[in-house]
């Protein structure tokens, strides 16, 4: 199987390059992480992000074949060869396929990613009704992979003040959570030129989620709100 | 020692990325709203034209034969017809009226070739 | 200074559309039915109040909306302040331009006497 992939060493050099391998799969070599860390064997000086190995700590994503994804969840039976390997798109490379995700985390600090309560906790726990509890699913399985943030035009051109899909996503969490007391608060943060309406709905980020989330779904409910607390 | 690299790339190349159907429309979107917009001068001179007097009004029409004029017009017919078919598909995603993913390609599809084809059909009846 | 930037923005773009969609819609299907107007009909159309009234909204719609998805793309794509805010006022200026001519051309019309 050949594997292109995007090489790039701060320290030695000028500025990136690919670099072709050709590697045999394993008969248990499933998925395109598990040829990655058999190239690891092959060239110890290849550097990605790996943990949990199934989907669910969102370390490994990267550019798969001009899509991004997570290389943990991409069989090896579904790829067009030669396997192109890029880091994502947009974000400042580290080394290799690691990219700094400071920025990213920084946006979703911003959104305040906990519930804000200040009414007097009750004896136990804050209890939700079922229904209540199911406005959450699909927003809070998000892994903060950055697949779809990285995937978004709106997101390469201002990186620095558009909160991007998945910081958009995790604020929609928040806002539909019964249990949270600050829904207005947030709303009005998000009601900026940039940080919710650099979004024009090209739906690049419900592409390419790893969990198949959709973010873009989660943005116009943020818009429709803002718009029922406005009038 | 080693000349390290001033700065950290970051990997944007567009053509090496590839692009869900949606996309196209929303690139589309902007290039044709900007057509539009250079247009809109000449709109306002028409206007002024079509209302000066029927000499004027009917010379309008005939500045518009030549080849490469009309072109320009079928150029005009496609961003327009693609700038409201995509902005009407925008209008009704925004109320959650088609904006899982399933549907919005198959919207993206049709807002394109439907645009498309106005704009063939409107060569065929001026560029022929 | 909220007020332009946000939602009111989004929701301007949006509602202008409504309004441009709608002249569109009921001019096509007038073209589409075969109803050219003559200079006479279209001349009296435009002389009449309501019917300067809709051009002038018409012109106005149109500018609104070029001028919020141009800011758009302008946001999107220059970000050195010295070329953004030249750009942005260039626009403007030629967009208030176009609605300037377009008064300027249904006044004369509307009042022949000024």
Known sequence: MRISIYRFNPELDVGPHMQDYDVDPDSGDKKLLDLLVRLKTIDDSLSFRRSCREGVCGSDAMNINGRNGLACLTALSTLKEPVLLRPLPGFPVIRDLIVDMTQFFAHYHAIRPYLINDEQPPERERLQSPEQRARLNGLYECILCACCSAFCPSYWWNPDKFIGPAGLLQAYRFISDSRDTASAERLAYLDDVYRLYRCRTIMNCTEVCPKGLSPSHAIERIRLALLRESS | ?128 | MRIFLGQRAWLLQRLTALLILLFVVLGAAGLLAGATPSYVQWHAFASSSLGAVLIVLFFGALCLHAWIGIRDIVLDYVHAPGVRLPLLALIGIILCAVLLRVALTMAAHFLPGA
Do not use: N
Not at chain 2, 87 to 94: E, N
């Open chain 2, 1 to 128: 020692m080693p000349t390290p690299s001033p700065g950290r790339p970051r990997f944007l190349k567009l053509p090496s990325i590839r692009f869900p159907i949606g996309a196209f429309v929303s690139i589309g979107h902007r290039l044709s709203g900007v057509v539009l917009l250079i247009g809109l001068p000449f709109l306002a001179i028409a206007l002024e034209q079509s209302l000066r007097s029927e000499a004027d009004f009917a010379a309008l029409a005939a500045q518009w034969a030549g080849p490469w004029r009309s072109l320009l017009l079928v150029i005009v017919v496609w961003a327009a017809a693609h700038h409201i078919l995509a902005g009407v598909r925008h209008l009704l995603m925004d109320l959650g009226i088609g904006s899982t993913l399933t549907r919005a390609r198959i919207s993206a599809w049709a807002t394109i070739v439907t645009a498309a084809l106005i704009a063939l059909s409107s060569a065929a009846r001026w560029l022929s």
